[in-house]
């Protein structure tokens, strides 16, 4: 079937798929059978447009990158100007939402309000904003599966690297029963700038001017974004209710040069790692900075790069690194997850 999509947001990650949209479309229908196309594009700040025909995503693109708004796309009989998202979720003719709007960890909105209005009218959608994630997790999930639809959101841990659907998928069968990782990469950046003797605050610098960090650097710093993604890891791969308040959680913002280059001399390192472990019944969960021997598999992680490692009982433990986000990289996770809904597949 050819999908229709209707994009709400269209900052990088919006964009991000969409360019691989545009580059990729015929090889991925001929090559995965995917076939689809964007008829409705609506973010807070560069306007909206919805064509039940489909839009031309090359020409929305240019325009959205010479003038930074879509009042610029070429007027067509059939082309709607300026509805807002909830109008856009229920009324489109899309059948599925790609929500890719900001994200806001304390609310989780208005990407909650985004899913419940996508799943009532019966659509899919797919995501990479953790929000609702970490925070709705139990009840947007009752919700699409009462509307039979698809829920996916690959890229809110380690944007296009599967830890959702690798463990969901490949290591199934498996007991998990711990999970630990570097989850964040503007920590892992600026733990290893450090180790090579710049300073916290030069090294947090450089994560911001490369585009690593969140709006509000504090959420990587204090550890927060890992104990989202930590939270959705309990949920979806151990299947624990686990909330954002039962999780302790200490930042990197403390450590000095001196603790860095005294744990180097020892042959150790610091990393900020996520954890939870199966307990009884129970799983527990942390975010903190831990000191690794060199050797340890997560010491060696350098850089933006995230890995995570499960711990499984017949498999033994696997270990899983790549980038952790990313516009091309989250773009592809939103990729992999219209590809998985085309497949039926999780
Ligand atoms: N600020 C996040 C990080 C981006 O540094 O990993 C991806 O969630």
Known sequence: MSHKLALIGFGGV????????????????KEVGF????????????????????????????VVKETGSLDGYPESPGLIRNWDSLKTISESN?????EVTFTDVKTGQPAIDHCKAAFESGKN??????????LAFHELSELAKKNNVRWEFEGTVMSGTPALRMPITTLAGNEITEICGILNGTTNYILTKMEDGLSYEAALKEAQELGYAEADPTSDVEGYDARYKIVILSNTIMKAPLTVEQVKCEGISHLTLDDIKRAKSEGMRWKLLARAKK?????????????????????????????????????????????????????????????NIERKQL
Request: aromatic share 4%.
């Open 125 to 134: 959608v797919v995501m990479s904003n953790k929000g609702p994630v970490a």
């Open 14 to 29: 919006g964009q991000g798929l969409a360019e691989i949209l545009c580059e990729r479309g015929e090889k991925l229908y």
């Open 35 to 62: 076939d689809s196309k964007v008829v409705a594009i609506t973010d807070m700040m560069k306007g909206a447009i919805y064509d039940p025909k489909g839009i031309d995503l090359e020409k929305a693109l240019q």
């Open 94 to 98: 899309a059948d599925t939402i790609v």
């Open 279 to 339: 307990v009884g019944e129970e799983v527990i969960a942390s975010v903190g900075p831990e000191c690794l021997q060199e050797t340890d598999s997560l010491a060696s992680i350098q850089g933006a790069t995230n890995a995570i490692t499960f711990d499984c009982d017949l498999s033994g433990p696997i270990t899983l690194s790549g980038a952790g986000a990313g516009r091309i990289e989250t773009g592809f996770s939103l990729l992999i997850d219209l590809i």
